[in-house]
């Protein structure tokens, strides 16, 4: 699958985000540059949300509850 379209504007690819997980490389290449429709970051921006500084990747169920909020 292709990269991210996010890749230059998200803060965890980019390493920015606070309390980067010590596996943040193992996740860029898992999510970033293989699926980003499995990234809970990407699900929030592609459906038009605010996405939480804090939110990592695997966050789904956050995610998910957010996207029920809206
Ligand atoms: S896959 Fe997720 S974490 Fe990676 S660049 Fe895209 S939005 Fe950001």
């Given at each position: 699958?292709?990269?991210?379209?996010r890749l230059?504007v998200c803060p965890f690819f980019a390493?920015?985000?606070?309390?980067?997980?010590?596996?943040?490389?193992?996740?860029?290449?898992?999510?970033?540059?293989?699926?980003?429709?499995?990234?809970?970051?990407?699900?929030?921006?592609?459906?038009?949300?605010?996405?939480?500084?804090?939110?990592?990747?695997?966050?789904?169920?956050?995610?998910?509850?957010?996207?029920?909020?809206?």
């Open positions: 699958m292709a990269d991210c379209e230059n390493g920015s985000m606070q309390n980067m997980p010590r596996v943040a490389e193992m996740m860029k290449k898992r999510y970033c540059l293989e699926d980003k429709t499995a990234c809970a970051r990407y699900m929030l921006a592609s459906a038009g949300i605010a996405v939480p500084k804090d939110l990592f990747p695997h966050d789904l169920d956050r995610a998910r509850m957010l996207l029920c909020k809206s």
